[in-house]
């Protein structure tokens, strides 16, 4: 293997060099020089359920063969969907505010990962339906992610990453193709013709190398997140683990299989640090084996000292040797991590529910990280539990504490970049942030406007607080390309009840789906804190109808004035609009049409609040822009959950928005 093409990294927060140096920062402390590890542990029956109501008596915990003591530990049961009292709308519009506390709470973090082995046609088809099975698995606090090992997968925007947008998973997952395979019918003429593909000479994936370094990036990612089980749902027919060629005989190739071993090594010991569980589904179902079995196979024909009969049984045999190996070949990462293999199944989806079940339960470990003068030395964590017939998955080595460093002063206060680039935000201090589009002055690009609430950063005494507040907009490949610095000072709070202080910033932005990053640093207080959300820009400039994202904004009184918010939970005392904007194509010179908006608000139970229309008419616009305002009427609803639903329509044109909120 004379170059070696890696393939790119298809989680798009995974490629930003910054996010493996997170470390251990965010982790509690005891006191100074000791540091507490979390240990998700999983304890399953010999039927795969997760068994409850474990106490840390049960538990023992070995530090390289030693017994260490637990210091601390937490049961955890997730909360489950209940479908049945939930309106639609409850699954399918996520919040529009975001906060950084994903990385404290519990839960699930699942990667769905679209591998490249995945066959075209019908497999493709049960791939997305495996896929979406999962989705719609998720929990209420869990996230998930769309990955793919395919290499056109990032410009085809076939990935996403860790969110609980369900909407935003199904699109990644339905965006594109993720096989990079051929027909069986291909497969025959290339075998007539005396050739065979070869998945390890794929020129962009030599050796199967990026299926491997993809998973490590993912186990590397997610080992900072000790409070989530991790889940990788492998969705593919085959995984190359080694090389079936001789290396050169000269010596100056070593060929596929060093790189392989290498890469393997590092697969094992990435899944072991972070406890990440592989289950693998195989999309193709049940399968024939065998020339004879398959409707499009070409009629056998004799060859020289070779009669067709024994060619079809060399045939079959082979296939059946490629099939098995595989089953093998997937079944490998499910057998060390402790999850299922699903193969040779019809429907494969209907297993999907089987794997969320056993993740309903877990527990929360916590011990002292021990100190090392050599703390390149991974150390093993086994952890049993007294119970006969159980089965423990847990994290099984942890990088020690330099013994040097344990009674320095504690780590610098890590960067804007460092927050900015992790897998999850960083919540030492709590932020919420909300974002939305809007057309700017300039056609070809948008104004994103982000409104971030740093009331947290608020000093007790009331004194004012510098905050520098650093944002970023990655685009779907994870490459940033747009950023804004800002300096900002807030006052006011208190100890017990710090209010709400929002902060505006903006980017421009072109037509695009992004990933906008928000750090708060004050650097003389020592903190800093992160923030995520995502973003979809519209072609405002072109499209013939379009709205902008919605804003609230709030009142606590009839004589207050009004200000932008990231309150979603409103008092019935409270006076709340939401304002957004609709255009029809800034940069068209066609005729403008009036503008129908229907506004409804929709309770928990689907049952309509509020349902209106509202007309523009052309002389309400004004550069083909015009304002809309809707004044949300909380003193006239019921404590709940509630749903503002806007759509505009002109002529054939629909364009709609919807704002979560609930009444207290």
């Known amino acids: 293997m004379?170059?070696?093409?890696?393939?790119?990294?298809?989680?798009?927060?995974?490629?930003?060099?910054?996010?493996?140096?997170?470390?251990?920062?965010?982790?509690?402390?005891?006191?100074?020089?000791?540091?507490?590890?979390?240990?998700?542990?999983?304890?399953?029956?010999?039927?795969?359920?997760?068994?409850?109501?474990?106490?840390?008596?049960?538990?023992?915990?070995?530090?390289?063969?030693?017994?260490?003591?637990?210091?601390?530990?937490?049961?955890?049961?997730?909360?489950?969907?209940?479908?049945?009292?939930?309106?639609?709308?409850?699954?399918?519009?996520?919040?529009?505010?975001?906060?950084?506390?994903?990385?404290?709470?519990?839960?699930?973090l699942v990667v769905?990962?679209?591998?490249?082995?995945?066959?075209?046609?019908?497999?493709?088809?049960?791939?997305?339906?495996?896929?979406?099975?999962?989705?719609?698995?998720?929990?209420?606090?869990?996230?998930?992610?769309?990955?793919?090992?395919?290499?056109?997968?990032?410009?085809?925007?076939?990935?996403?990453?860790?969110?609980?947008?369900?909407?935003?998973?199904?699109?990644?997952?339905?965006?594109?193709?993720?096989?990079?395979?051929?027909?069986?019918?291909?497969?025959?003429?290339?075998?007539?013709?005396?050739?065979k593909l070869d998945p390890r000479n794929d020129g962009r994936c030599l050796g199967g190398l990026c299926v491997l370094e993809t998973m490590t990036r993912v186990a590397d990612a997610v080992q900072s997140t000790p409070r989530r089980r991790k889940l990788l749902l492998f969705i593919g027919s085959n995984i190359i683990w080694q090389s079936m060629h001789p290396t050169n005989e000269r010596g100056s190739d070593p060929g596929c299989e060093t790189p392989l071993k290498d890469a393997r090594a590092a697969l094992f010991a990435a899944v072991e640090r972070a406890n990440l569980t592989v289950h693998a589904i195989d999309p193709r179902g049940l399968l024939n084996v065998g020339p004879q079995t398959q409707g499009s196979t070409l009629n056998g024909e004799d060859k020289p000292n070779k009669p067709a009969p024994i060619a079809r049984l060399e045939k079959q045999q082979e296939d059946m040797n490629d099939l098995l190996t595989s089953q093998q070949n997937i079944r490998l990462l499910p057998d060390r991590t402790g999850g299922r293999t699903v193969t040779g199944r019809n429907n494969p989806q209907e297993a999907v529910p089987e794997i969320f079940n056993e993740s309903e339960a877990y527990y929360v470990l916590g011990i002292e990280r021990a100190q090392t003068n050599r703390p390149d030395n991974a150390r093993s964590i086994e952890i049993?539990?007294?119970?006969?017939?159980?089965?423990?998955?847990?994290?099984?080595?942890?990088?020690?504490?330099?013994?040097?460093?344990?009674?320095?002063?504690?780590?610098?206060?890590?960067?804007?970049?460092?927050?900015?680039?992790?897998?999850?935000?960083?919540?030492?201090?709590?932020?919420?942030?909300?974002?939305?589009?809007?057309?700017?002055?300039?056609?070809?690009?948008?104004?994103?406007?982000?409104?971030?609430?740093?009331?947290?950063?608020?000093?007790?005494?009331?004194?004012?607080?510098?905050?520098?507040?650093?944002?970023?907009?990655?685009?779907?490949?994870?490459?940033?390309?747009?950023?804004?610095?800002?300096?900002?000072?807030?006052?006011?709070?208190?100890?017990?009840?710090?209010?709400?202080?929002?902060?505006?910033?903006?980017?421009?932005?072109?037509?695009?789906?992004?990933?906008?990053?928000?750090?708060?640093?004050?650097?003389?207080?020592?903190?800093?804190?992160?923030?995520?959300?995502?973003?979809?820009?519209?072609?405002?400039?072109?499209?013939?109808?379009?709205?902008?994202?919605?804003?609230?904004?709030?009142?606590?009184?009839?004589?207050?004035?009004?200000?932008?918010?990231?309150?979603?939970?409103?008092?019935?005392?409270?006076?709340?609009?939401?304002?957004?904007q609709i255009y029809q194509g800034i940069s068209r010179t066609d005729p403008l049409v009036p503008v129908v908006m229907r506004v409804q608000i929709v309770d928990a139970k689907g049952t309509s609040a509020r349902d209106q229309s509202l007309t523009f008419n052309e002389k309400m616009f004004t550069n083909r822009r015009a304002d809309c305002t809707i004044a949300i009427p909380v003193a006239n609803l019921a404590p709940g959950q509630y749903l503002l639903k806007l759509e505009a329509s002109a002529d054939q044109q629909r364009f709609g928005r919807a704002l979560r909120f609930a009444v207290e």
């Open 2 to 108: 004379r170059a070696r093409h890696v393939n790119p990294i298809v989680l798009s927060v995974l490629i930003s060099t910054g996010l493996f140096a997170q470390g251990q920062r965010d982790l509690p402390q005891f006191r100074a020089g000791v540091e507490l590890i979390q240990l998700d542990v999983a304890v399953l029956d010999n039927d795969r359920q997760p068994v409850r109501g474990l106490t840390a008596a049960d538990f023992t915990v070995l530090d390289n063969g030693v017994a260490t003591p637990i210091r601390a530990f937490t049961p955890v049961e997730l909360p489950a969907r209940v479908r049945a009292s939930e309106a639609a709308w409850a699954v399918e519009t996520p919040l529009d505010v975001v906060t950084n506390e994903a990385g404290g709470q519990d839960g699930r």
């Open 112 to 195: 769905i990962l679209m591998d490249r082995s995945i066959p075209v046609q019908e497999p493709t088809l049960t791939a997305r339906r495996i896929a979406t099975a999962a989705i719609d698995a998720l929990g209420p606090q869990d996230l998930g992610a769309v990955i793919s090992t395919q290499n056109g997968a990032v410009n085809d925007a076939t990935i996403q990453n860790l969110t609980a947008d369900r909407s935003r998973l199904l699109r990644a997952i339905n965006a594109a193709d993720p096989s990079t395979s051929i027909s069986s019918e291909a497969e025959q003429i290339w075998a007539r013709a005396g050739l």
């Open 384 to 580: 049993k539990v007294a119970r006969r017939d159980v089965r423990v998955f847990a994290q099984r080595q942890y990088q020690p504490q330099s013994g040097q460093n344990a009674q320095a002063a504690p780590p610098p206060l890590p960067t804007p970049r460092d927050v900015l680039t992790r897998l999850l935000p960083n919540a030492t201090v709590p932020l919420t942030l909300a974002v939305a589009a809007e057309a700017g002055s300039d056609s070809s690009k948008a104004l994103v406007r982000a409104n971030i609430d740093a009331a947290a950063f608020a000093r007790s005494d009331g004194t004012a607080a510098p905050l520098e507040i650093s944002i970023v907009a990655n685009d779907r490949t994870g490459t940033p390309v747009a950023s804004v610095r800002q300096l900002s000072t807030i006052s006011g709070g208190s100890a017990d009840r710090p209010g709400e202080i929002n902060v505006q910033s903006h980017l421009e932005l072109p037509p695009g789906d992004y990933s906008i990053r928000v750090a708060v640093v004050d650097q003389a207080a020592g903190k800093i804190a992160s923030v995520f959300s995502d973003v979809e820009v519209p072609r405002f400039d072109r499209a013939a109808l379009t709205l902008s994202g919605v804003t609230v904004d709030i009142a606590a009184s009839p004589s207050a004035e009004p200000q932008t918010t990231t309150r979603r939970v409103f008092r019935r005392s409270d006076r709340v609009r939401a304002a957004l």
